[in-house]
């Protein structure tokens, strides 16, 4: 088979099944580049409905990890393991020491951390079992500990980013609409409600949306309509494929800025955005922060070189803004073009 590196869309490096019957682990690990360094990128546990959706989201999650790292100037490519949540009770520590095992017989193709559904618990248990892996307790003056409020950190930047390229001036007195109050949801709350934003929060866990509403004076909404409030920006944090023809079609908000990985439910959804005058912040540009965190901490460095990564975040934006209105193209194609220019010139450099 000819090695095509390169052609980012359509290829991917490696599909390793993970499979541990005694234990009910049922899984795969995605590499899809290594071109920067070796794939990095969390580990999903989900209940997916058949592996047909386990392998599609586990594809498209290891994509967006090669574009996001590319783009933030990390030294890795992208990659990510995806679980799937069994049915009942089951030995989570066994399920992750799973995935230690998996991911050591990958010989560092693949470092794992945490994404939706996982925790610095279970990393310690991946951790039993192999190196490659971050997301762990911070050490003392050294990066590590939990991703989502790097993550939550760098997306409220680059939204006051947006806010200003937009001549829409700064947070305070914004309607915000936040779809998903999990790790990282949670913390953009609490850094837009300290910032003067109006807060509508939905979440399927009803419980969650009101402990979030309640500690920044928020109003919980119906999860099925949040996306369609009458607010000026939404936050999307909780899964992919939420943005589609029939949101977008009816959608208020002039922004779009979250967290959540790949929410364009397909690339033509970007033209649409664009067509209706809506600012898309892509995900994978303004949700860097939590890699950026796990990369230095697997690199042994401390949190002034996250702090120095995290600070490129709102100007990366706002230069992908800039071009897109120059340009006349979607806020996606120009990101893509960015990222896939630099994995070029890395390739053409190693060859
Ligand atoms: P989480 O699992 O802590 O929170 C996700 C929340 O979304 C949960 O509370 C869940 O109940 C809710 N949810 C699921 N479907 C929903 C729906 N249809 N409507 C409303 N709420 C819904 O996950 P986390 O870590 O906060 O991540 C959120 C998103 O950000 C994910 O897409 C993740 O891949 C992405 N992300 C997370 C990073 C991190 O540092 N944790 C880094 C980069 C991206």
């Not at 996001?68 to 890795?76: H, I, R, T, V």
């Not at 998996?102 to 618990?121: F, K, Q, R």
């Not at 649409?272 to 042994?300: F, H, S």
């Not at 100007?315 to 897109?324: H, N, S």
Request: charge should be negative; hydrophobic fraction near 45%.
């Amino acid at each position: 088979m000819v090695h095509q590196p390169l052609d980012l869309d359509n290829f991917q490096e490696q599909i390793h099944l993970i499979e541990d019957r005694a234990d009910g682990v049922s899984g795969l690990i995605v590499v899809h580049s290594q071109v920067l360094g070796p794939a990095a990128g969390g580990c999903r546990l989900w209940g997916y409905s058949d592996h047909a959706a386990m392998q599609c989201d586990a594809s498209r999650l290891a994509r967006g990890m090669t574009y996001k790292n590319a783009l933030a100037g990390l030294p890795f490519g992208g990659g990510k393991a995806v679980l799937q949540m069994p049915a009942g009770t089951f030995d989570r520590a066994a399920m992750f020491r799973a995935l230690g095992d998996a991911v050591e017989s990958l010989g560092g193709a693949y470092i794992t951390a945490e994404d939706v559904g996982t925790s610095i618990a279970d990393m310690r248990s991946v951790a039993e079992r192999t190196g490659y892996v971050a997301g762990l307790d911070a050490r003392s003056g050294l990066a590590g500990g939990d991703p989502s409020p790097w993550t939550a950190l760098g997306v409220t930047e680059a939204m006051q980013a947006a806010i200003a390229f937009a001549g829409e001036g700064r947070l305070k007195g914004k309607r915000v609409a936040l779809q998903g109050a999990g790790n990282v949801g949670a913390a953009i709350a609490t850094l837009l409600s300290a910032a003067g934003a109006t807060l509508l929060v939905a979440d399927v866990d009803r419980a969650r949306a009101q402990r979030v509403a309640g500690t920044c004076g928020g109003t919980v909404v119906d999860p099925q309509t949040i996306l369609l409030a009458d607010v000026d920006i939404v936050v999307p944090c909780a899964l992919g494929g939420i943005l589609d023809e029939a949101i977008v079609e009816k959608m208020r908000a002039r922004l779009v800025c979250g967290a959540a990985n790949n929410q364009l439910a397909s690339p033509f959804i970007a033209e649409m955005l664009r067509d209706r005058g809506i600012l898309y912040a892509p995900d994978y540009v303004v949700n860097a922060g939590g890699i950026i965190n796990v990369a230095a901490e697997y690199l042994g460095e401390g949190t002034t070189e996250v702090r120095d990564r995290m600070a490129q975040i709102p100007d990366r934006l706002t230069a992908i803004l800039e071009a897109a209105r120059n340009e006349g193209l979607s806020t996606v194609a120009i990101a893509d073009r960015q990222a896939r220019s630099i994995i070029a010139q890395a390739w053409a450099r190693a060859a």
